[in-house]
């Protein structure tokens, strides 16, 4: 377990894995090159990724080191258009300033595009990438920037798409009075918004929204408050959601749980009884196919050598998908230029990823119409389950969810 005021640090800044809205960051440095060598004689496609790393905040290294194994795998596989994929990492700390530094770097190296990063400080870095005509592709979603920036080519709909699916979710499995518990944070009241908006959807009332403060290790009284008169509780606190399955293990409720991914996990699930935990047949939200899905089957393989990388973890598996995308539209281009590339991600009819996502659009008649939320095209999710002690789809057959017209209808009213 966490040194208590290591707890306090970082309570905030894991939330913002899920509360995508969030438009400030918070502590940082830059930079460093692959050392990925290949034998491949084309000209080199020079991509960039940045992520926080060696800080007390959100420290997300699966992301460098998926874009790494990335790189290896398409190295292997004859690269891009015959030449070798060169990833430039940069380490952003967690600072605005070092995020800055960053995209400031990716115009140095005059790289074709930021692909699948993650960082807060959106504000920071769209400005100087949009000045250079360096797209933003596949970031992780956890800055409003992400959403609004012409030059952001998100792949998947971030909170208002997860949350909106989750809360329709919770009801259409039969949570009939449902409590939120989050952090007493502005962006985790974006986040019950959404959640509200889903449920009330599917015929539901409005779930219960219940704070938690950002220095609280004794979650006995919230557990106590949000498993009083419902018979659902969507757990959404980040990495930190293990506090509050603690004190529920330890209360003996039995009220049923869910969460979106990277809550209830199943390492935690493991460490409360594996098949026998009370986190069995949690209502689960997703972007993506659970691990298991043969469509993960590449990523699962390239990341088979190296421990450190949890194929699990949305970052990762967002930047996955983005490199994944990154090469199918390269693949279409005369000269590989961030402008062209660009062009490519806007007027495309559909990028495929293999199963990861739907088909992928950035053209205009496939926006979500709200404001400040423009640039998300896929408004999917997937509807999952904890089962013997791992996250699988909910149902046999199940496939992904689109709440477009949820999150439209509720835009218009």
């Known amino acids: 377990m966490n040194h208590p005021r290591r707890r306090r640090t970082t309570a905030a800044s894991c939330l913002a894995v899920t509360a995508t809205l969030l438009a400030a960051g918070c502590g940082g440095e830059a930079s460093g090159s692959s050392t990925e060598t290949s034998s491949l004689k084309g000209t080199p496609v020079k991509v960039m990724v940045w992520d926080p790393e060696d800080t007390q905040g959100s420290a997300q290294p699966g992301v460098r080191l998926t874009a790494q194994a990335y790189e290896k795998w398409i190295n292997a596989n004859g690269g891009i258009k015959g030449g070798p994929l060169k990833v430039v990492t940069c380490n952003e700390k967690n600072d605005p300033d070092e995020a800055e530094k960053c995209a400031q770097q990716a115009v140095a190296e005059k790289v074709v595009a930021v692909v699948g990063s993650y960082s807060l400080a959106g504000d920071r870095y769209m400005p100087i990438l949009e000045k250079a005509g360096i797209p933003y592709l ?3 979603g956890v800055s409003a920037a ?24 919770l009801v259409e499995s039969g949570c009939k009075k449902i409590s939120g518990v989050r952090y007493d944070l502005a962006a985790a009241a974006i986040v019950s918004q959404f959640l509200t908006l889903g449920a009330m959807s599917a015929g539901g009332s409005a779930p219960k929204d219940l704070k938690v403060p950002v220095t609280a290790t004794d979650l006995a009284p919230q ?5 009083k008169n419902s018979d659902c509780v969507s757990v959404i606190l980040g990495t930190h959601s293990d506090l509050f399955v603690k004190a529920y293990v330890q209360s ?45 089957k590449v990523f699962s393989e390239a990341a088979s050598g190296n421990k450190e990388i949890d194929t699990s973890n949305g970052a990762n598996e967002t930047t996955w998908v983005a490199f994944t995308v990154f090469t199918e539209a390269v693949k279409k281009l005369s000269a590989i230029t961030s402008k062209a590339l660009v062009q490519e991600l806007n007027t495309t009819s559909g990028i495929s990823t293999g199963g990861l996502t739907p088909p992928l659009t950035w053209s205009a008649s496939t926006a979500l119409p709200i404001k400040g939320l423009n640039r998300i095209h896929n408004a999917t999710a997937t509807e999952l389950t904890i089962r013997d002690g791992k996250i699988e789809w909910a149902k046999s057959g199940s496939t992904f969810v689109d709440v477009r017209k949820v999150l439209t209808a509720a835009s218009a009213g």
């Open 138 to 140: 596949g970031g992780t």
């Open 146 to 169: 992400e959403f609004s920036s012409p030059l952001s080519f998100p792949v998947n709909g971030g909170t208002p798409a997860v949350f909106a699916a989750h809360g329709k979710q």
């Open 223 to 227: 557990v106590a408050a949000a498993t």
């Open 252 to 296: 003996g409720a039995k009220t049923k749980l869910g969460s979106v991914v990277g809550n209830l996990t199943p390492e935690l699930a493991a460490s409360t009884g594996g098949s026998g935990s009370p986190l069995e047949g949690a209502v689960i939200t997703g972007y993506y196919p659970p691990v298991s899905d043969a469509a993960w």
